[in-house]
């Protein structure tokens, strides 16, 4: 295949495939791997831990050049948690983040929630949505909500 997009499309077969591309763009600092992954749609979303929320392909590929301006993220999903629907899926994931300060290396999380669309190019991201986790594993809630909003 000679086309671009007919690769990438062929590579994100299924939700996890997109999703592996997005965290392996983040660790070796691929805007262009990266924006790759998110759908053609001007609706796009992604919301970084207390940022704006910035809407369509010009701002979330801005949000992410400036993120990735310092160089590649450390980032590895873990505890990810799937809803799939015919064409669309929701990946709740705990994000382990490494970054090096004057201390040293630290660690800490990000819980994140990406959500995938099947579209004519394979599965595609349409939102991230990350939050501040702390420096220990945030822990799920059972099945009773310890809040209510």
């Known amino acids: ?3 671009p997009k007919a690769r990438s ?4 077969a ?3 495939d997109a999703e592996t591309q997005f965290y392996d763009a983040m660790r070796e600092g691929d805007l262009e791997r990266l924006m790759a992954v998110w759908a053609d749609d001007d609706e796009i979303v ?3 831990p207390g940022g704006a929320r910035a809407v369509g392909p010009a701002n979330v590929r801005a949000s992410f050049a400036a993120i990735l301006a310092n160089g ?6 873990e505890h990810v948690k799937r809803v799939h629907a015919m064409a669309t899926a929701m990946h709740s994931v705990l994000e382990r983040i ?6 040293g290396m630290r660690s800490g999380w ?4 990406n959500v995938y669309v099947k579209t004519a190019l394979g599965w595609r991201m349409v939102a991230h949505h ?5 420096a220990d594993a945030p822990q799920d809630v059972g099945e009773t909500p310890s809040v209510l909003h």
């Open 1 to 3: 295949m000679s086309n």
């Open 9 to 12: 499309a062929a590579l994100m």
């Open 14 to 16: 299924s939700p996890e």
């Open 46 to 48: 992604c919301v970084h």
């Open 72 to 77: 590649s993220v450390a980032v590895q999903p």
């Open 98 to 103: 490494a970054i090096t300060t004057a201390e």
């Open 110 to 113: 990000i819980v994140a929630t």
């Open 130 to 134: 990350a939050s501040p986790g702390g």
